[in-house]
Structure formats: C-alpha cells, structure tokens
C-alpha cells in the first residue's frame, strides 16, 4: 500500500517545485542586469499625410524589414550584446510620442535602418524625457510577459484588418492634467537555439506524447525530471492495476499501434501556427509600462487601460500577454529609467510579433494627440552655395545641417520671392539678409511699411558704416526730407519718368481710374518736366492757373506737348462736360494727396536731399520708414510706390555705364502689394540688367493682380513659401510639385520654408529648410571689389 501513497505525493510535490520555478522566473524580482550605457534618445515623426493608398500593414511591414536587418547586431558573446528600447510615452498636453534609445555605438546604424524602411520621418536627438518622472510621485509600474511558452504565437499584424497600434495609442490618448504613461519595449537579438523547446514540442505532438500545452510549468531541469516521475508513477499505477499484456503476438496490434496517432484539426492548426513564429528571427524582449499620475487610483486606472489594449493580441489556443505586478516598485523605476533588462520576465518574441507590438504610427491609426510630421522634409540639391553668399538658412535632412544662401553673383540679381501667412517669419528672414548685406559692405535698399523692420536693422549698422545710412522717415516733420521726382537730368527720359509716375499715382487710384485721366496726368508731368524747378505741387496749378500755364509752356520744347496744351486743353475747359469728366477728377486725386502736410513737406521741395543715384552707385543703405501707423496707409503705399518708381528710374539710367562697373543695390521690400505699381513688371523683367536685385514678400496671392503674379513666377529666379492658407497653398502647390503638396505648405512649421534656390542661372528643384534667425557676426565674408 505505501507504493500506492508515494507516486501521487512525488507527483504533487514535482508538481509544485515546477510550478514555483515558472512562477518565479516569471516575476520580477527587482534584480537589474545591464543598464543601458552612453545612450541617445531618438525622437521620430513621421508624415500624417502620408500616402493613403498604401496598405495597412504597410507600416508593421516596414518595423518588421528594420528588424529583421537589426538582428544583425547580434554578437557571439552574449556578455557584449547591445540592446536597445522602443517606446511610447504620452501625456496630457503633449500628446504621444515615439522614441528609440539606443547606445552611441549603434546609433548610426540602427537610425540608418530607421530612415531605409521610413524615408519621410524625421528623427532627432533629444534629451532624455523620462527624467519628468518624479520618483516621490503617485506611480505604478508593471512588466508584461506571455501567457504560454515562448514558442506559442502571439496574434500579428496579418491577423488583424486594421491596424493594431490604433488600440494601444487610444489607451494612451485618454490622459488629463498631469496623467503620463511610459510604454517600453527592451528588444535584443538572439541566436536560433531559442525555437528548439518549440520543435520538441511539435515533434511530441504529432508522437502522441505531449503532456501539456499550457502554461510550461514543466520547462527546464524540474520539467524533464517531473517528466520522467510522472511517466515512472504512471507505469508503476498501471502494471497494479491493468491485465498484463496480450502473450498471442498477433493480439499486440490490437493494443498497440505501429503509426503515429492521427493529428485533429485544432493540433493541426496549432502546430502550424507554431512554425511560423519559429521560421522567423527573434529578439528577447521586455515589456514594461509606467504609469503616474497625481494620486494611485487614476495611475492604476491608466495602468489597467494599456494593460487591457492588449489583450487583442490574444487567442484562446494560442498565446497572449499578461501582467505581473512588481515586488519592489523603486528598484523598478530605476531600472525602467536606466532601460536595464531586469534578471527575469523576459519573453522572446519573432520580428513579426515585435513589429506587431511596435512600430511608428500610419494614416489609418486616427488616434489624437499622436506627434505626426505635418509637413515632409526633403533632401536638399547638390552643389548648395555656402560660400560667398548671403545665408537663408539650414536644410535639416536625415540629422544633416547645411547652412547654405543665395550666391553673391548674378544669382542675387535674379531677384527672390517669398510669401507666406503673418508671423511665419518672413520679416525675420528679411532682417537676417538684409544685416547680412550690409556687415558685408552691399547697396541696401528697405522700403518698410509697419517700420518695425527698418527700427531692427537700424541696430546692426557697424560704426565704419554710419555714414552710408539715409534714414527716410516722413513722420519727422521737423526736418523733412526733400523728394523732387520731377528732377531730371537727361531730357530723353522724360518720357519714361513720366510713365513711372503715372503708374505710381494710378496705383494709388486704382479704383476710381479713367484712361481720360490718365492721359491728361501724363501731359502734366511731361510739360513740369522741362520746367527746371518744378514739383508734383504744381500739377493742380497747371490745370487751374491760365497764366501760371501760359509761364510753364514759356520754357517747353516739345511741340506735341505744347500742341495739347494750346488745342486740346482749350477745347476741354471750354466744355463743361469735358471739365466734370476729365479735369475735376484728376483735381481731386491730386490734392487729394498734396493736402497732407506729410505728403506735401516731402514732395513739395524743389530740390531732393536724397540722391539715388549716388545711393544706388556707391552702394548706400537707404532705409525707407513708411509706417502705416504714423503717416496712415494711403500716403505710406503712395509714397513707397513713388520711391519704387524713383529707384526703378535711376536702375534704368545705368544703361550708360559699364555692365561690368553697375554695382549691385538690393532693394527689399516687404507687403510689396502695397507698392506693386503697373510698371512693376518691367522692374521685374529688365532690372537685372542694370544691377537692381528686388526681395519681395507678402502674405497672400489674392492682393496681386493675377497679371502681375503671372510675371513674378515668370522672372524670379529664387522662390520661397512659409506656411499658407488653403486657397494660396493650392495655387503655390504646382511650383512644389511632387515633392511637397498643399497639405505640406499649408502644415509648414514656423520659421520654415519650402524653396526653389537660383543657383549657377538655373532653378533648383524644391526643398525644405529652416531660416536662420537674425544675424550672428560669423556670417559675414568679404566682398569682391
């Protein structure tokens, strides 16, 4: 009877050590075994709008082929082995977040892989962001595992119609306050003898000798020595109770049988299921997750959340994770931290199951508060100028920084566009050019609508430079500066003076404008052009005053113009209808202006006290102070179209000096809406020749005539858009196309811009770059006199 009493006590008490050893080795005992050393904390966005053709899988494809190549880290010593972490972290205001951490030694490589299966995100370096944990906190901490032996599948992404990373981002999605997660994949490659517990196991099934399916309890030393016990136990019950074997031979096929038992459908699919994770490289992994927030129960309850997303990796055959809370919860948190593989509760996961677990976020995942890239970067052209060049900023591509500019050659002349929504930063791109210009010696023009500009550069004028600045300001009433643009010095160009100023003014007056007007405006200001003397006050005068028009004409030569004056003018004042339609109006246009006290200081003396001619030939810095708030937005967009009509004249007076001795004036002028006269064209098509460079922004196309945008896209050689609206993101999109669309311009981050750069007379091709912020003095480089 004692043999009866000993096996079932050996089987209970074999039983119950294996059972202590899985349940052991599946608990974290809170012993740490290597610590992440020397690391950087990789930061990776990719695109939301990336292309929605694409599969579902695509992304989980994509993290599988990155796996699969870093497994090639795997070393022969296991001491040396690298590891590295996979995590995702989420709070209340900053959203979700992905990151890879990974030691110095392979952060080449695992970014480059990183960058082979994701070729639009952008990854950069930052700091570590696990030290906002706060260790005195409300926290709590759990490690993830497997529910059966390793070699049991978990469910991947084949398996799923969506895409599985949608459940675990929700979880992590639904914070508040001061509510944060930590979810944290350690992965490490391991060599192939990690399936062979998983073909014995297959090999004991389909021989009928399986005794378990389950748990794994008997694993290792105790299993095979449980093993053995029970099969001993159950012999020795056997023999003792069962009728001895059949003596006839012929009745021991009737017992038993030569072949291995027939598998049912379930083993079947089981063992299948089995090899396919076995057919695949593995990595040891460590799952953990961390959650804190300002009391217990709402980091438990988060805890629970991820905890619960992921059991839709689960089947009832197969194998799933579960959680095992841990026993000392700060040697935890600094082993989560310190990314260190604790002793115990690793599983082992193939590259399919890991990439299903893991891997950065697609369009279908429509979790909020994911941190996407919402405007894609893209490589820069070869052949950057970055010498000898004003800079425009850095292209920041794959961790690469390249300052580069605009060549100071006939690149420069080619003139550049910019457009982009308020606050973008299109004046701060200016104020780096334009202190730029003038550290390095260049002719500046700045013609400022608001006056914040101008006020900025004014603090970047070197002392070696001082007398080189013309500062017009036409709210200083006490000293105004003197603008006769009736001065003339070569008499064959009255003609094409007089168009400017028509232009000017017309623009001015473009809502109420008549070709009868124009007509008559223009014998005006080529009669007071031969008048030695005369000013713009003298318009009215001219029309009103028989004598004082009976002393202009004394000194006219033109026989057309004095025709028109003794004939057609006569004609007119002597009838009434004629006065109403073409006189009064051009009348009350012009005193219109001239009543302003400003407008007339300026415009009303007879002798200029600023020379362009000089300005644009010995390379001054004209600062053109048109603040909208001081002098009112009529006289500030009348007196900056005038002052553009003005350096487009003297531009245009080069033509009798040397092409190789017209030295370079840029003239940067910002909303050039405000001052984009008719002649505007022309400046746009014909200054290049004569040594004029204009840099011309705005915010939106809907305040250019569609004439004049055609001729601005015809004849810059360099264009550049910060972030737009939607209407003007789809007019700009096809000079982008195909490397960025209205989705990128309209997401562009500030202070960034999408540009096609004027290099060597050709136009790049686009790409994305960050302008750089105000001047900084290693800029500067010397002029070629």
Sequence with gaps: ??????????????????????????????????????????????????????????????????????????????????????????????????????????LKFVESQIYAQYPTSQIRVVEDYMTDVIEEGSYEISTITLSKEDFFPIKTFRDFEGDPLSGISSSLSELSGNDKIWFQVLVKPIPDGWQQTGYDYIEAVRAGTSLSKGPGFLSGFAGLFAKEIVEIGTGMVTNLFSPPPPTNPRDYGKSFSSQPPRLTSTQDLEIKSIESKLYKMGFEVQIRILSQADNSDRAKSNLRSVIASLRQFSTSNMNGFVSFPVSNKQTSLESFKNRAFMSNGTVVLNISELSTLYHLPSASVETPNISWIYSKKSEPPGGLPVNNCVYLGETIYRSQKVRFGLSNSDDRLRHMYLIGKSGTGKSTMFE?????????????????????????????????????????????????????????????????????????????????????????????????????????????????????????????????????????????????????????????????????????????????????????????????????????????????????????????????????????FYLYVDEFQNFATGSFESILSESRKYGLGLYLTHQYTAQLPEELLKAVFGNV?????????????????????????????????RFNIYIKLMMDGMTSLPFSAEILRPWVPEMAVEVPQ
Aim: with cysteine; glycine share 6%.
């Design 717 to 749: 050689g360099t264009i550049a858009t910060f972030a737009l609206g939607a209407p003007d993101a789809r007019a700009l999109a096809n000079e982008f196309q195909p490397y960025f669309g209205e989705e990128d311009i309209i997401s562009l981050e």
């Design 1 to 106: 009877m004692f043999i009866y009493v000993l096996v079932p006590a050996l089987i209970v008490v074999v039983f119950s050590i294996a059972l202590l050893l899985r349940l052991n080795n599946d608990s974290v005992k809170g012993d740490i075994d290597g610590p992440l050393e020397n690391f950087s904390v990789l930061e990776i966005k990719v695109p939301k709008n990336e292309d929605s053709t694409r599969d579902v899988q695509w992304a989980s494809l994509a993290a599988e082929n990155m796996l699969a190549t870093l497994h090639g880290l795997l070393r022969e010593d296991d001491v040396d082995q690298e590891h590295f972490s996979m995590e995702m972290a989420s709070d209340g205001t900053r959203g979700i977040k992905f990151y890879v951490v990974v030691p110095q030694g392979i």
């Design 432 to 664: 780096s050019m334009i202190s730029q210009d003038i550290a390095n010696g260049h002719g500046v023009g700045v013609l400022d609508p608001h006056g914040d500009l101008v006020e900025r550069v004014l603090d970047y004028i070197p002392d070696h430079r001082i007398d080189d600045v013309i500062y017009f300001d036409p709210s200083d009433l006490e000293r105004p500066v003197g603008l006769n643009l009736l001065e003339m010095e070569d008499p064959s160009q009255k003609n094409l003076m007089a168009s400017a100023l028509v232009s000017a003014i017309k623009h001015h007056f473009d809502y109420s404008w008549g070709p009868r007007l124009e007509y008559l405006l223009n014998y005006c200001i080529l009669t007071l052009l031969e008048v030695p003397g005369t000013t713009m006050l003298a318009i009215t005068r001219l029309l009103e005053d028989d004598n004082y028009r009976k002393y202009i004409l004394h000194f006219v030569k033109d026989p057309v113009v004095i025709k028109f004056w003794e004939i057609e003018y006569k004609a007119m004042k002597g009838n009434q209808k004629l006065v109403t339609e073409a006189i009064a109006p051009i009348q009350n246009k012009v005193n219109r202006f001239l009543a302003s006290t400003t407008i007339r200081n300026i415009l009303g003396q007879r002798y200029s006290t600023i020379d362009m001619w000089n300005a644009m030939n010995e390379g001054k810095i004209l600062l053109m102070n048109l603040s909208k708030g001081k002098i009112g937005e009529d006289n500030a967009n009348l007196l900056g179209a005038l002052m553009v009509s003005r350096i487009q004249f003297m531009a245009l007076q080069r033509a009798k000096i040397q092409s190789n001795q017209r030295r370079p």
